[in-house]
T-cell receptor, first 115, second 112 residues
């Protein structure tokens, strides 16, 4: 597609539920990033893929967070046993190259609300 | 430890006047900086960037200035337009890992 597509756009979960957030990057983009944006804050890095390889997951806040990109295109961010502090907008971004040219194209985000 | 800081959470400017958004950083290894603009319910979109080998980069109404000795950069919008009303984020790529580190953002409101 023309841009980065994320689904669902809005998700309400009860505390303890598992959620899965999907990202369709721009076709052919090698690098894919997940960010978490809490209310009133800037995006904070979660994890980074280069093709199907997860090269950096240092930003994942706990082992309840898991991300995958098995075929080097679509990526899924999974949050197990959601907690209220997980409420945030989850942004996916991609870029065509592996390194350099640090302009990321972002999707519109998935807003997660945990009750 | 916040490596990229935007100390003004909001800014209100009259249409036609200059908007100046500020950003400070602490990591002297940063060598490239970007500004992103975000409208409600949309993802951030790239606006303008600057390399540390320059002290100014201009693109139409948008100019970014970099003062490396002060570890400070600013985004100037001249003239400001109501469509510029958005949240602006300053960002820098981490030297070691290549991930972008964002500031907390400044909400700009341009009123008629």
């Amino acid at each position: 597609g023309a841009g980065v597509s994320q689904s669902p756009r809005y998700k309400v979960a009860k505390r303890g539920q598992d959620v899965a957030l999907r990202c369709d990057p721009i076709s052919g983009h090698v690098s894919l990033f997940w960010y978490q944006q809490a209310l009133g804050q800037g995006p904070e890095f979660l994890t980074y893929f280069q093709n199907e390889a997860q090269l950096d997951k240092s930003g994942l806040p706990s082992d309840r967070f898991f991300a995958e990109r098995p075929e080097g295109s679509v990526s899924t961010l999974k949050i197990q046993r959601t907690q209220q502090e997980d409420s945030a907008v989850y942004l996916c971004a991609s870029r065509p190259t592996r390194t350099g040219a640090n302009v990321l194209t972002f999707g519109a985000g998935s807003r997660l609300t945990v009750l | 430890d916040q490596q990229v800081k935007q100390n003004s959470p909001s800014l209100s400017v009259q249409e036609g006047r200059i908007s100046i958004l500020n950003c400070d950083y602490t990591n002297s290894m940063f060598d490239y900086f970007l500004w992103y603009k975000k409208y409600p319910a949309e993802g951030p979109t790239f606006l303008i960037s600057i390399s540390s080998i320059k002290d100014k980069n201009e693109d139409g109404r948008f100019t970014v200035f970099l003062n490396k000795s002060a570890k400070h950069l600013s985004l100037h919008i001249v003239p400001s337009q109501p469509g510029d009303s958005a949240v602006y984020f300053c960002a820098a790529p981490d030297y070691n890992t290549d991930k972008l580190i964002f500031g907390t953002g400044t909400r700009l409101q341009v009123f008629p």
